[in-house]
């Protein structure tokens, strides 16, 4: 059965360190994997979208790599701050069908 | 401010009321979609729009009921619901349907809190 893992349901790292996190994928051929950030009690925001034929994007402090072989994307975000804190989903295409997404991993950065 | 509007944000109902949730976008886009998400669950995609037309419907209870005057406004008729229907529940909007390939992303609203006594 196609399938969305994200590694880890909460992440707590220091502040000043790099934040890595996985998305695994079982069963899809995705076109394209996006992540996004969501706060409690809001909406998700969209963040970077990676293509198939893309090995990895950066936005400012933000790096994404995808891997179609090992079926994963990492997400970085390098020089974490405390306002970094919040959850990070996994979303990725599925074909014919909208996006698909993870559970989402909830991250602390503690100062 | 995301340019998605949804109201209400949160909403208490008894299983025998009838309530809708609404969802307006200014952001020009084509294509509308319904999400629930509960704790400890990924988001579940419900229903889409795309040019007013209904391009899927995820295999979604009866009791909810979606309605797509135009391509700005998007509402959910709740009608019967069920205490395991207590959820977020979040509207989205893209340029296109985002089916096929085609890539793009979405514009969530902050979404309504729903609450089934």
């Known amino acids: 059965s196609q399938k969305i893992e994200q590694n880890s349901e909460a992440l707590n790292i220091q502040e000043g360190k790099t934040a890595t996190l996985t998305c695994n994928y079982t069963?899809?051929?995705?076109?394209?994997l996006q992540w996004y950030r969501q706060d409690p009690g809001r909406g998700p925001v969209f963040l970077l979208l990676i293509r198939e034929n893309e090995k990895e994007k950066r936005k400012e402090r933000l790096k994404v790599t995808f891997d179609t072989t090992l079926k994963q994307s990492l997400f970085h975000i390098t020089a974490s701050q405390p306002a970094d804190s919040a959850t990070y989903l996994c979303a990725l295409s599925g074909g014919n069908t909208p996006l698909v997404f993870g559970k989402g991993t909830r991250l602390s950065v503690i100062a | 401010e995301t340019g998605v509007t949804q109201t209400p944000r949160h909403l208490v109902m008894g299983m025998t009321n009838k309530k809708s949730l609404k969802c307006e976008q200014h952001?020009?886009?084509?294509?509308m979609y319904w999400y629930k998400q509960s704790a400890k669950k990924p988001l579940e995609l419900m229903f889409v729009?795309?040019?007013?037309?209904?391009?899927e419907n995820n295999s979604v209870p009866s009791r909810f009921s979606p309605e797509c005057p135009n391509s700005s406004h998007l509402f959910l008729h709740l009608h019967t619901l069920q205490p395991e229907d207590s959820a977020l529940y979040l509207c989205a909007s893209s340029q296109g349907a985002l089916a096929g390939g085609e890539a793009g992303e979405l514009f969530f609203g902050e979404g309504s809190r729903l609450t089934v006594l």
């Open positions: 729009y795309n040019f007013k037309e209904q391009t």
């Open positions: 952001l020009g886009h084509n294509a």
């Open positions: 069963n899809y051929s995705p076109a394209y």
